[in-house]
């Protein structure tokens, strides 16, 4: 059972950082790509970065340059380092993960997404 743990969010005035950590557990096989999302309530869920297996990276435009995805494949474990944080970074951060999953046999069972729970970041004025 694949279980993704967030952590590091918090609240923080304008213009400070915040680090957050997304952990895999329960993995088979092969993460292949991980993110953050985030979503403001009443608002639709929006993609803030994600990383590929190969370190691909991807960004919204409202976050480049402030904010960076990295991954330790090691530990199974995603990292986003926000800077220069603004109000409107304000939002409910979401992990996800597409991972293929190996049987115990090696057999390929697939590729699944998955959410975390999600961790409160609040930027104060």
């Known amino acids: 059972q694949v279980q993704l743990v967030e952590s590091g969010g918090g609240s923080v005035q304008a213009g400070g950082s915040l680090r957050l950590s997304c952990t895999a557990s329960g993995v088979t096989g092969n993460i292949n790509i991980i993110g953050w999302y985030r979503q403001v309530p009443g608002n639709e869920r929006e993609l803030v970065a994600t990383i590929t297996s190969s370190s691909t990276t991807n960004y919204a435009d409202s976050v480049k340059g402030r904010f960076t995805i990295s991954r330790n494949n090691a530990i199974h474990t995603a990292y986003l380092q926000m800077n220069r944080l603004k109000p409107e970074d304000t939002a409910v951060y979401y992990c996800?993960?597409?991972?293929?999953?190996?049987?115990?046999?090696?057999?390929?069972?697939?590729?699944?997404?998955?959410w975390g729970p999600g961790t409160q970041v609040t930027v104060s004025a």
């Open positions: 996800n993960a597409v991972i293929t999953q190996i049987s115990y046999r090696g057999t390929n069972l697939g590729s699944f997404n998955y």
